[in-house]
């Protein structure tokens, strides 16, 4: 991911060095903006080094990467692998009904608890139901979402146990949305301030 005291050339050619020595085989880069992107690719690719993967922060409350960054990524081929698709846990039925013991967001640490805001909240509520309408958890739909754009190469699930791991595979059953759901998600998947990254990724 950016590292922004640091000259982006600087960074790239420590990539192109771990490539050429042998302790890579690909180049992947994480959070960085189209701009950055670009740029990024341009310096690997005069060294005969393609950009293979791009690693973005996505979900259906954080869309950042949809302006700009995956035309971007189209444009010279690389691929883009989402993580974050629950949205730190959001996207799941877990807050629907209060913080329950055990979770993140009541053992502090690195989920705020700012982001379960009244708000953000009863998107997820309305996302809920358009999740079981479809005969999906939320977090299932989630994922389908996410990798609804043919653009996205794969989706990164964090998993605590075996339940969490099933739940979110079940969502392989069910990938396929109908115009009418998209619709109404787009009316819920919305800035929910979910965007840890968000300073890195629209550095210039």
Same mark, same amino acid.
């Given at each position: 991911?950016?590292?922004? &005291?640091? *000259?982006?050339?600087?960074?790239?050619?420590?990539? %192109?060095?771990?490539?050429?020595?042998?302790?890579?085989?690909?180049?992947?880069?994480? @959070?960085?903006?189209?701009?950055?992107? !670009?740029?990024? $690719?341009?310096?690997?690719?005069?060294?005969?080094? *393609?950009?293979?993967?791009?690693?973005? @922060?996505?979900?259906?409350?954080?869309?950042?990467?949809? +302006? =700009?960054?995956? +035309?971007?990524?189209?444009?010279?081929?690389?691929?883009?692998?989402?993580?974050?698709?629950?949205?730190? =846990?959001?996207?799941? @039925?877990?807050?629907?009904?209060? %913080? *329950?013991?055990?979770? !993140?967001?009541?053992?502090? =640490?690195?989920?705020?608890?700012?982001?379960?805001? &009244?708000?953000?909240?009863?998107? %997820? !509520? $309305?996302?809920?139901?358009?999740?079981?309408?479809?005969?999906?958890?939320?977090?299932?739909?989630?994922?389908?979402?996410?990798?609804?754009? *043919?653009?996205?190469?794969?989706?990164?699930?964090?998993?605590?146990?075996?339940?969490?791991? &099933?739940?979110?595979?079940?969502?392989?059953?069910?990938?396929?949305?109908?115009? $009418?759901?998209?619709?109404?998600?787009?009316?819920?998947?919305? $800035?929910? =301030?979910?965007?840890?990254?968000?300073?890195? @990724?629209?550095?210039?």
């Amino acid at each position: 991911r950016p590292t922004l &005291d640091v *000259p982006l050339e600087e960074t790239i050619a420590a990539l %192109v060095q771990m490539v050429r020595q042998g302790k890579a085989l690909y180049v992947g880069i994480s @959070s960085y903006g189209p701009d950055r992107t !670009r740029e990024a $690719e341009r310096i690997l690719r005069a060294e005969g080094i *393609p950009l293979l993967i791009h690693q973005p @922060s996505y979900s259906m409350l954080n869309r950042w990467i949809e +302006d =700009g960054l995956l +035309d971007t990524l189209e444009e010279f081929g690389a691929g883009c692998i989402a993580f974050s698709p629950l949205a730190q =846990g959001l996207l799941t @039925s877990k807050y629907l009904n209060g %913080v *329950p013991d055990g979770a !993140r967001a009541a053992r502090g =640490g690195s989920f705020d608890t700012k982001l379960l805001s &009244d708000a953000n909240i009863e998107r %997820v !509520r $309305e996302l809920n139901a358009i999740a079981v309408d479809r005969g999906q958890t939320l977090a299932q739909m989630a994922i389908a979402w996410t990798l609804r754009d *043919p653009r996205i190469t794969s989706a990164l699930v964090g998993a605590r146990n075996v339940a969490q791991l &099933d739940d979110s595979l079940g969502a392989l059953e069910n990938l396929e949305f109908n115009a $009418e759901e998209l619709r109404k998600i787009d009316g819920y998947a919305t $800035e929910g =301030g979910v965007d840890l990254w968000r300073t890195q @990724s629209k550095a210039a």
